[in-house]
C-alpha cells in the first residue's frame, strides 16, 4: 500500500489481499485470476481486473467462465502468455471472446524477458503492437521478467557493446514505449506525429537535421501530424494524411502545406520553420509550449 495519497486520477492495482487493506476503494483496484476471481465474494463495485492465460497448457478457461466473467461489466480482462510466441496464443483467445460474444475491455500484457533496448523495443512491438494494429485490445500492461528488470535497473550505460537503457529509468522507458505503440497503432494519440521520407538523390535539404528542428518547436503539439518530405516529386502522394507539409521545392525553397493544399510556395530554406509555425497558428492548431 503506498504511503501518500494519490494524485488526481491515478489509480493502482493491486492483488486481492492488498486491496482489501485499502481505505480508498476507488483509488485502489484489484488484479486477480479468473477462477480467483470468480470464487472470492470480495470484489470491487467498479473495476476487477481479471488474469487469463492463453494456451499457456494448451487449454482456455471453459466456456462457462468466459461466460461468467462476460456476465460481469465491471471485470476488465487482462490477456497473456508464457508460450514461446506468445502473440498468436494471444490472438487465438482474441477469437475465442469474440466467438463467445464476450465484449469486455481487454488489456493485452507482455513481459519480456530480453537484454537490450532494441530487444525490449521489438518484444513489445511484435507482441502487442502486432494485435492493436488488427484492432484487438483496448490497453497494454508491459513489464520485464526479474532477471531482465535487474540487468536493465544495473546497466546505466554501454560498456558492453550492447544497447543498454541509459540515462532512463526502466519504468520511464517502459512507459514510453507504450505510449509510441499506442500512437503507431492509433490506438491512443497523446504527441505529435511526424511523418517523414527515407530521403534519396532528389532530397533538397539535410532531412535529418531539418526534422530534428522542427521535432524541437512542435514536439508538444498533440495530435498534429506533421510531414517533412525531401522533395516534390513522391513528398505530396506520401504526405497525403498529414495535416501540414514541410516539402523541399527546390535548391533552398521549401512549399508548405495544409492538408493536401498548398500554402506556400517556394519560401527561403532559412525561414521555411518559422513560416511553418505561422500556418500552425493561422490554423488554430498552435498552442504555446510550457
Not at 21 to 30: L, R, W
Request: proline share 4%.
Amino acid at each position: 500500500m503506498l504511503d501518500f495519497a494519490l494524485p488526481g486520477t491515478l489509480k493502482v492495482i493491486v492483488y486481492p489481499p492488498t486491496w482489501k487493506q485499502a481505505a480508498d476503494k476507488e483509488k485502489y483496484f484489484p488484479i486477480n485470476d479468473a477462477d480467483g476471481y470468480l470464487s472470492d465474494p470480495d470484489k470491487s463495485s467498479t473495476l476487477n481486473f481479471v488474469m487469463v492465460d492463453c494456451y499457456n497448457d494448451g487449454t482456455i478457461p471453459a466456456a462457462n467462465v468466459l461466460q461468467s466473467l462476460a456476465a460481469d461489466t465491471t471485470v476488465v480482462i487482462c490477456l497473456s502468455s508464457t508460450n514461446d510466441h506468445a502473440m498468436p496464443s494471444v490472438r487465438r483467445m482474441f477469437v475465442e471472446l469474440q466467438e463467445q460474444k464476450v465484449q469486455n475491455p481487454v488489456v493485452v500484457i507482455v513481459d519480456s524477458n530480453w537484454q537490450t533496448t532494441d530487444e525490449h523495443l521489438i518484444h513489445y512491438a511484435t507482441e502487442a503492437g502486432a494485435l492493436l494494429l488488427d484492432g484487438f485490445g483496448d490497453g497494454v500492461c508491459f513489464g520485464m521478467t526479474g532477471k531482465s528488470y535487474e540487468q536493465a535497473s544495473s546497466a546505466s550505460s554501454d560498456t558492453s557493446g550492447r544497447n543498454y537503457l541509459s540515462n532512463t529509468s526502466v519504468e520511464q522507458f517502459v512507459n514510453a514505449t507504450a505510449f509510441s505503440i499506442l500512437q503507431a497503432t492509433r490506438t491512443r494519440i497523446s504527441k505529435t506525429e511526424y511523418i517523414s521520407c527515407p530521403s534519396c538523390g532528389r532530397t533538397l535539404f539535410d532531412l535529418q537535421e531539418t526534422t530534428a528542428k522542427i521535432r524541437s518547436v512542435t514536439h508538444h503539439l498533440k495530435g498534429v501530424k506533421i510531414a517533412i518530405m525531401g522533395c516534390i516529386v513522391n513528398g505530396p502522394g506520401e504526405m497525403a494524411d498529414a495535416d501540414f507539409g514541410y516539402v523541399g521545392s527546390g535548391v533552398g525553397k521549401i512549399t508548405l502545406y495544409k492538408g493536401k493544399e498548398v500554402v506556400k510556395r517556394n519560401v527561403e530554406s532559412e525561414v521555411a520553420v518559422e513560416e511553418l509555425i505561422n500556418i500552425l497558428k493561422e490554423n488554430g492548431a498552435w498552442v504555446e509550449p510550457v
